[in-house]
């Protein structure tokens, strides 16, 4: 079920009303089942996938928490859930790659796996790994039940696009389960509505028609249409992605959960780890803590530092997707990291505080990440560099697209205001709540915003992550 | 515990507010969108607008068992819409030619545009409720192109399945057209619901707010005094037709055209493809109505395919088998006509049949449909007889 269609409108409304009339011990149950039939409202024979999953894993925990050789255990668990992922989600993309040996070699000719994607596998699989390393690490406290873990892994407002959820930040909160305020009701309807905003008039509505037109137009000689078609993709993929999270956020806090930050104003970054540490953010650390430091991290000298950090992003790019498009994606991004670290650059975090002379490093780096996009969005490789090479060649004859234009201009407007608006409306919700006509204005700007989702969401697509 | 007043007022208002502004913004937007006409072949509920009176006067006929009566079904090779040049006509005028007579028979049209297997799968219990005494069903190896089933599968009509149905068909390849449990369930809700024209115009609205966008691409083009986008728009998509179009035959695709056409057709499929276990699952459902199916399979250009260089025989064979083994193993009969017309008997790219003063492909269809008929006595096999077949198959 997409968050901006009807029957998720439905689903979540009765969800919501039981959640609110039964006892609290019977609420965790509650959204466990509600979890599961939101799985099974996909398509029902992947729930006994996810099932498997969960069962196995908690068993395995069992193992690694009170075994006597907790290792095997880890190793079990990890194979067992990444085997699935690969077989469900690479098979098709190593066979296809293989099939050339296997036919000139071996002279066998094995048909390609045509899966569809379990709904959500790579977010709720990393969830599952990283609880069985953080239980082998011993950082957590104690093994939930298994109707929590349960839930825990099968959440149904992160459980397909993240964001990706720790023990030892989400089970805690299970443990006492949902905290209703009407502060967080309000903040939930408030991030409702922006992501759903987000979604479906922004990435659907006024940037992914154009962004598909350009890209998937082959050999029509326009450069400025290229350029206006990459930073469309660009920001969609952004509003697309960060809107879902807001509305997984927003769910979540009706239910009284908080879940973290995934996106912090990326395309203010003003280097490759800056962005990383504001794109997906739950996604680069669990790169970095799971994968990064297991390596060396940086604590094996410079060399291997690069060459940990080419492979963290190798690995990263190949999470987004079963093509080698993605691992040219995550190489690019791993090839400035190392550039960077290599040249010995300033490097930044969102905490450095910005000036009018981050400018030219803000918009040099965007435009990195704009290229490394195409190979993101395009076909195939072929059609990348294809789409690259019509960015510098041609001539102008179709005139300048000044309506997109002007709906790029909004986005980089917005994009700057973010930032303002994200530290600074909580002050200004609990300033408008003192007024007596507060409430009014509130309701009034989100019905708007639900109002325009509502009458663009005939053109909208599905969620350009929500089968990663 | 009692709601404290402040919190019971401000969640009043704000619920309120938020609703009525929602509501203005829609009704803001479709007021200034307009009322604009539906073409039938674009919402789920047109097309049933066009489908259903035709049920119902096949119900109302089978009460009175004479003349008997045949159910067409097919895409637009049998409906072109708008054109009133059907197989379903021809047919019927070719069973009244025969000689022997046959006996008096009405032949209903159930056929629409872009109407193919999973269409009808979802149909099937409404069609077999009306209890013809034959269906004569069209079916295309474009169907089971990844182009159809991807662009064409309209699932929405799975609203309009008996709710009985739902469970084994969530243990069919839906996932393959776009359908998920939730989806379907929606449909059906929606149907049950029976929200008519009022849903027909809000999708129609929905799908229209690009005017908008439109306008205000007209409004910035007094600038540059041309519209770029829109330019861009057509010159991509002639580039993508004409990279699809045959270089000398203008009413033919070229090779990479017919490859995206046909799809997996003409790599040769099997009893799992998607297309041949709908098409099997659906005369299933008649056979087990006890009513006979004939399905044919439409003729294919293979004097073009051959000439641009696409179609290997045996490859194409194992796709008509697979047809085959679906229809004859679900107690249905099946036609195979694939090769049956040259390439002068096809009007265009889409393989649709020529009619004009020198060639009448649909009337030969339908008499060559007839003979076969006549010939098998399918239209004498009592509907006991059929029902007994299909199960021993």
Redesign the interface.
């Known amino acids: 079920m997409l968050f901006n269609s009807p029957q998720f409108a439905i689903f979540l409304l009765a969800v919501l009303s039981l959640y609110r009339v039964v006892p609290t011990r019977y609420r965790n149950p509650l959204i466990l089942g509600a979890s599961l039939v939101f799985y099974t409202l996909w398509l029902p024979a992947y729930l006994i996938l996810l099932g498997a999953d969960i069962a196995v894993n908690y068993a395995l925990l069992h193992g690694i928490a009170r075994g006597r050789n907790p290792r095997l255990y880890l190793g079990a668990s990890i194979a067992f859930t990444l085997g699935l992922l690969v077989f469900f989600k690479y098979a098709a993309m190593l066979v296809g790659t293989a099939l050339p040996v296997l036919e000139g070699v071996f002279a066998v000719s094995p048909a390609i796996p045509d899966f569809f994607l379990p709904l959500g596998i790579s977010f709720y699989s990393f969830q599952i790994l990283a609880f069985s390393i953080d239980t082998y690490r011993g950082e957590t406290p104690e093994l939930p039940s298994l109707s929590r873990y349960a839930l825990f892994i099968s959440f149904f407002p992160q459980l397909v696009a993240g964001p990706i959820l720790r023990g030892a930040q989400f089970l805690p909160q299970l443990a006492r389960g949902g905290e209703i305020t009407a502060e967080r009701t309000r903040r939930g309807f408030w991030l409702l509505g922006i992501g759903l905003a987000k979604k479906v008039i922004l990435a659907d509505y006024l940037l992914s028609g154009f962004s598909d037109l350009v890209f998937d137009a082959r050999g029509v000689d326009a450069p400025v249409f290229y350029w206006v078609a990459l930073y469309s993709f660009a920001f969609q993929i952004y509003y697309d992605f960060s809107g879902y999270t807001d509305m997984a956020r927003g769910i979540a806090l009706l239910l009284g959960f908080e879940l973290p930050l995934n996106f912090m104003e990326p395309y203010l970054s003003r280097d490759p780890s800056e962005f990383w540490r504001r794109w997906h953010i739950t996604l680069s650390r669990w790169l970095s803590d799971y994968l990064y430091i297991p390596l060396g991290g940086n604590r094996r000298g410079p060399t291997r530092t690069l060459i940990n950090l080419m492979l963290t992003m190798l690995l990263g790019g190949l999470w987004h997707g079963a093509s080698w498009n993605f691992v040219i994606w995550g190489g690019i991004h791993g090839l400035i990291l190392v550039i960077h670290r290599g040249l010995g650059l300033r490097r930044t975090t969102p905490d450095t505080p910005m000036s009018w002379g981050d400018i030219p490093r803000i918009l040099i780096f965007f435009h990195l990440t704009c290229l490394a996009w195409v190979f993101f969005r395009a076909e195939d490789f072929a059609a990348a560099l294809e789409f690259i090479g019509h960015l510098f060649t041609g001539t102008n004859t179709f005139g300048l697209p000044l309506m997109q234009m002007a709906v790029i201009g909004f986005c980089v407007l917005l994009h700057g205001a973010e930032r303002s608006l994200r530290t600074q409306l909580p002050s200004l919700r609990s300033r408008l709540a003192q007024k007596p006509w507060g409430s009014a204005l509130e309701g009034a700007v989100l019905g708007i915003l639900i109002g325009g989702a509502i009458v663009t969401s005939g053109v909208g697509g599905d969620f350009i992550y929500f089968q990663f | 515990m009692p709601p404290k007043p402040r919190?019971f007022?401000?969640?009043l208002?704000?619920?309120?507010?938020?609703?009525?502004?929602?509501?203005?913004?829609?009704l803001g937007?479709?007021s200034l969108a307009g009322q604009l006409p539906a073409q039938p072949w674009q919402t789920a509920i047109g097309v049933m607008d066009r489908i259903l009176p035709n049920l119902e006067e096949l119900e109302k006929q089978a009460l009175e068992t004479i003349p008997r009566q045949i159910a067409v079904l097919g895409d637009s090779t049998v409906d072109f819409y708008p054109v009133n040049e059907k197989v379903p006509d021809r047919l019927q005028q070719a069973l009244a030619r025969s000689s022997p007579p046959a006996p008096p028979v009405a032949v209903t049209n159930l056929a629409f545009l872009a109407l193919g297997p999973t269409a009808y799968y979802f149909l099937a219990d409404r069609i077999a409720a009306s209890r013809p005494d034959l269906i004569v069903w069209a079916v295309s190896l474009t169907h089971a192109s990844e182009r159809w089933r991807r662009s064409l599968p309209r699932p929405e009509l799975a609203g309009w399945m008996a709710a009985e149905r739902i469970a084994s068909t969530?243990t069919m390849p839906i996932?393959?057209i776009g359908l998920?449990?939730?989806?379907l369930?929606?449909y059906q809700l929606l149907v049950r619901a029976d929200p008519g024209s009022q849903w027909r115009d809000l999708?129609v609205?929905?799908?229209?707010?690009?005017k908008f966008?439109a306008k205000?691409?007209e409004w910035?083009?007094q600038?540059?005094?041309?519209q770029?986008?829109k330019?861009?728009?057509i010159?991509?998509a002639l580039?993508?037709l004409k990279?699809h179009k045959h270089p000398d035959l203008p009413d033919r695709y070229n090779r990479l055209g017919e490859i995206e056409h046909f799809g997996s057709a003409l790599d040769g499929i099997d009893s799992g493809h998607p297309t041949v276990r709908f098409i099997g699952a659906a005369v299933q459902v008649f056979s087990e109505a006890g009513i006979p199916v004939l399905v044919y399979l439409n003729p294919v250009n293979i004097q073009h395919l051959e000439k641009v260089g696409v179609v290997e025989a045996p490859k194409l064979r194992r796709s008509v088998n697979a047809y085959r083994e679906a229809v004859e193993n679900s107690g249905g009969f099946f036609l195979d006509l694939h090769t049956v017309f040259p390439d002068n008997y096809f009007s265009d790219m889409s393989g649709h049949f020529r009619h004009d003063d020198e060639i009448e492909a649909q009337t030969e269809l339908a008499e060559t449909l007839a003979r076969y008929i006549l010939d098998k006595g399918i239209l004498d096999t009592r509907r006991a007889e059929a029902s007994e077949m299909g199960r021993a198959k």
């Open positions: 919190i007022w401000s969640s208002l704000f619920a309120g507010s938020l609703l009525t502004s929602a509501l203005v913004v829609i937007v479709f969530l996932d393959d998920t449990a939730d989806k369930l929606l999708r609205n929905l799908s229209r707010i690009d966008r205000s691409e910035l083009a600038f540059t005094g041309t770029p986008e330019s861009f728009g010159v991509s580039k993508k990279s």
